[in-house]
């Protein structure tokens, strides 16, 4: 009675494992994007970053003041502005900074670029659900810990523990959907999990605000860690317990044996070199947003509440983007290859690049508006990367090459938004956001314009053949498939003398049977 029940459910499996990968992703990522809003309070009782003149919490608004604190930049002229007595300036920690810049970026992006490969590489080896146990769990006390800290380096250390166990999460999550996930489904699927960082980080604005202002307790930014340390600490007892291991599936394999890879020569070829390059400076874009966002908002906008105005739209504008992007990028690359998906990649970021400089441009009402537009454009790009990549690398190195990947791209991405601080003390802060988040969209939409002409699409010739043979190249291409290109003869064992056409050698595991995946 009980099997009979299981065999009945057993149709949930795959998004119930999809749910307990991507919250467990919100959850690492949640506790990764806090101190972007919580930096403010975290700089003033730790003391570290830099002072500013800031306008306090009296009830004025911008337009009825004569002078904007911003505006002095020695510490007794700030104390001397007031109305009538009321003195609406103060001289305080602004959550800005080297020291923050450090906290936020390369403290993190150190270790977690490391992990990565390094995790990549066992996840070729090991068994994935095991790994991604421990990882959770690792950096689930790793953030419940980061509310307790009493000093600026325990926050370093404690993040720099996080991001060793954050560093598994998408290598490890990667290859355990893309075996039990058909590939019609795999850019959605990617989609939605990769959502995670920004899941993690639209829900960071409201709590990271809203619960630190509640001072519950009096342990007013300290609760926003505990609690998601609690929530992370929960997935990780969901992915050890429930989850298992599938069957690794093999794309553009021998079927009767395993083809030497050379990892240097997946890595080395241009494609995947102009794919990272693209996908680093569109990170950078991106991550430079995430880390100033609020803190930028504050300063120009101090009387304007826009913690759920952010949070509504990188949560629900965002998604809506992701889930969008996914979707086209799996219909279309089923009739034009590979090269559509990039193609997906250059236009969204090309849509979303003016409406980013709207957001940092135009007052509150306006900023929005845009941003709302940008981030609908904007992040279909994160899932649609790693449908591309995991279609363009063989199983053998799959982990690991995806390790690799986020290893560049989140050091190039991750260490370059350190270089907002001092450009912004030469051309303003808002100057130097917009150049870092904005102009970075813009060049990543010609890097993937560019990256696009070196991606395999149909062939129109073989195109007839579509259908009538299923050991075709061209119905792998068409599926999107091009790990072969990969194995050149000298990796390749001779073709057996009873396959089909000679084509045995080709033939791609595209549908697994449903046991296989489960």
């Not at 007031?82 to 150190?110: D, K, M």
């Not at 999550?173 to 990617?190: N, W, Y």
Request: with cysteine.
């Amino acid at each position: 009675m009980q099997s009979s029940v299981m065999e009945k459910l057993g149709f949930l499996y795959k998004p119930y494992v999809l749910a307990v990968l991507t919250i467990g992703y919100i959850a690492g990522e949640l506790g990764h994007y806090l101190i972007g809003v919580t930096s403010k309070a975290t700089a003033i009782e730790l003391v570290y970053g830099d002072q500013a003149c800031q306008q306090n919490h009296t009830d004025y608004l911008r337009h009825e003041l004569p002078a904007q604190c911003a505006d002095f930049v020695i510490e007794h002229e700030c104390h001397q502005q007031h109305i009538n007595g009321t003195v609406y300036c103060e001289w305080n920690y602004n959550g800005l900074g080297l020291e923050y810049q450090l906290l936020a970026g390369p403290s993190f992006i150190a270790v977690f670029t490391v992990m990565g490969v390094v995790l990549g590489v066992a996840a070729d080896r090991y068994n994935r659900v095991r790994m991604l146990f421990v990882c959770t769990l690792v950096f689930a006390i790793a953030i419940l810990f980061q509310g307790t800290v009493k000093e600026y380096w325990h926050l370093i250390l404690l993040r720099m523990v996080m991001a060793a166990g954050e560093a598994g999460c998408n290598p490890l999550a990667t290859g355990i959907m893309s075996d039990i996930f058909p590939e019609s489904k795999r850019a959605l699927v990617m989609a939605i999990f990769n959502w995670g960082i920004y899941g993690g980080y639209g829900i960071a604005f409201p709590v990271g605000r809203y619960i630190t202002k509640l001072d519950i307790g009096g342990l007013g930014w300290r609760v926003c860690y505990y609690g998601t340390g609690v929530l992370a600490l929960i997935m990780a007892v969901l992915t050890g317990t429930t989850l298992r291991e599938p069957e690794r599936q093999s794309i553009g394999e021998d079927a009767n044996g395993k083809a030497k890879i050379s990892l240097v020569k997946v890595l080395m070829q241009p494609r995947v070199l102009l794919l990272v390059f693209a996908a680093s400076i569109r990170h950078s874009g991106g991550m430079t947003f995430a880390y100033n966002a609020d803190l930028y908002y504050n300063i120009y906008f101090p009387d304007v509440d826009l913690g759920w105005w952010l949070f509504a739209v990188t949560i629900g504008i965002g998604s809506i983007g992701v889930v969008v992007g996914g979707i086209v990028s799996d219909k279309v690359v089923a009739k034009m290859g590979i090269r559509s998906r990039v193609a997906c990649l250059a236009i969204s970021q090309l849509f979303a690049t003016p409406f980013a400089f709207g957001s940092v441009y135009f007052e509150p009402l306006w900023a929005m508006i845009t941003l709302g537009i940008s981030y609908f454009f904007a992040e279909m790009w994160f899932g649609i990367v790693f449908a591309v990549l995991v279609e363009i690398v063989p199983l053998q190195v799959r982990s690991t090459t995806i390790g690799v990947f986020l290893f560049v791209m989140n050091n190039i991405g991750g260490n370059l938004p350190i270089l907002v601080d001092p450009l912004a003390k030469a051309i303003g802060y808002r100057g130097s956001v917009m150049f870092f988040y904005a102009g970075f969209y813009g060049i990543s939409t010609l890097l993937f314009f560019i990256t696009m002409f070196f991606m395999d699409g149909p062939k129109p010739e073989e195109s007839a053949t579509i259908g009538r043979d299923p050991t075709n190249h061209a119905n792998h291409v068409e599926m999107g498939h091009e790990n072969n290109t990969f194995q050149p003869d000298d990796y390749l064992p001779p073709p057996h003398s009873n396959g089909a056409n000679g084509h045995q050698r080709n033939i791609v595991s595209v549908r697994p049977s449903e046991s296989s995946r489960l």
